[in-house]
């Protein structure tokens, strides 16, 4: 059973989503909130797997997003609105959220969506996290961004990590770095282990959240 709270300011929203979630086998909402403090309090009491939240917070709460990640039982977060064109999605991305999705999605794609983000991987369109990226590149000179903490990796290897993050695909690093497509996938098979990362998209989530001023990895803040 993957356990899920909601959040988010319209009531009539969260009604919404727990009745499509309630239908679905597997999915249990064990609690909701309007208010971003009492979320936190409801995601460390109940501890769900999954935290669904209304990507406006992303931008009226700042930090939000980073203390739920930061917790040593922190929820992979799903983001909603009503459109991911909302520049707060973009920000959500940016903070280091798992998912997100139109909040009016057939239930059968918030299903997809949350079984696959409670498996490990992420559910982000590829054009929202190439402009996240994007956007990231003006505020960050790549040569300056943290590489993910995953210790210890080689010198290639972080090399390979910053490239992945770029959104560079294997032919194209191996090309940069003088080694064979084959050999880069190796690399990201052994990054992807060592690290219990599921893909090239939660790889390069991970090294956004942590190019991200003041925000810390999961695992490093304070409960």
Same mark, same amino acid.
């Given at each position: 059973?993957?356990?899920?709270?909601?959040? &988010?300011?319209?009531?009539?929203?969260?009604?919404?989503?727990?009745?499509?979630?309630?239908?679905?086998?597997?999915?249990?909402?064990?609690?909701?909130? &309007?208010?971003?403090?009492?979320?936190?309090?409801?995601?460390?009491?109940?501890?769900?797997?999954?935290?669904?939240?209304?990507?406006? %917070?992303?931008?009226?709460?700042?930090?939000?997003?980073?203390?739920?990640?930061?917790?040593?039982?922190?929820?992979?977060?799903?983001?909603?609105?009503?459109?991911?064109?909302?520049?707060?999605?973009?920000?959500?991305?940016?903070?280091?959220?798992?998912?997100?999705?139109?909040?009016?999605?057939?239930?059968?794609? %918030?299903?997809?969506?949350?079984?696959?983000?409670?498996?490990?991987?992420?559910?982000?369109?590829?054009?929202?996290?190439?402009?996240?990226?994007?956007?990231?590149?003006?505020?960050?000179?790549?040569?300056? %961004?943290?590489?993910?903490?995953?210790?210890?990796?080689?010198?290639?290897?972080?090399?390979?990590?910053? %490239?992945?993050?770029?959104?560079?695909?294997?032919?194209?690093?191996?090309?940069?770095?003088?080694?064979?497509?084959?050999?880069?996938?190796?690399?990201?098979?052994?990054?992807?282990?060592?690290?219990?990362?599921?893909?090239?998209?939660?790889?390069?989530?991970?090294?956004?959240?942590?190019?991200?001023?003041?925000?810390?990895?999961?695992?490093?803040?304070?409960?």
């Amino acid at each position: 059973m993957i356990s899920i709270v909601l959040g &988010g300011p319209d009531p009539a929203i969260r009604l919404a989503l727990a009745a499509g979630f309630g239908r679905v086998e597997g999915l249990q909402v064990v609690g909701e909130s &309007g208010a971003p403090e009492h979320l936190s309090m409801l995601v460390a009491s109940r501890r769900p797997a999954i935290a669904v939240i209304e990507a406006c %917070w992303a931008d009226a709460c700042p930090g939000l997003l980073g203390r739920l990640l930061a917790r040593q039982t922190a929820p992979r977060i799903v983001m909603y609105a009503d459109t991911l064109a909302r520049p707060e999605v973009l920000a959500a991305v940016k903070q280091g959220a798992h998912g997100c999705l139109p909040r009016h999605a057939p239930v059968a794609a %918030w299903r997809d969506a949350i079984l696959t983000v409670h498996a490990g991987d992420s559910w982000i369109p590829r054009a929202l996290m190439a402009t996240a990226l994007a956007d990231l590149r003006h505020l960050l000179r790549m040569d300056l %961004w943290p590489t993910p903490d995953i210790a210890p990796l080689t010198d290639r290897q972080r090399e390979i990590v910053r %490239w992945v993050a770029q959104g560079l695909s294997n032919k194209e690093i191996g090309r940069r770095m003088g080694i064979s497509p084959t050999t880069v996938k190796t690399h990201l098979h052994n990054i992807f282990e060592r690290a219990g990362i599921n893909g090239r998209q939660q790889l390069t989530v991970h090294a956004l959240r942590q190019a991200i001023p003041g925000h810390s990895a999961p695992g490093t803040g304070v409960n």
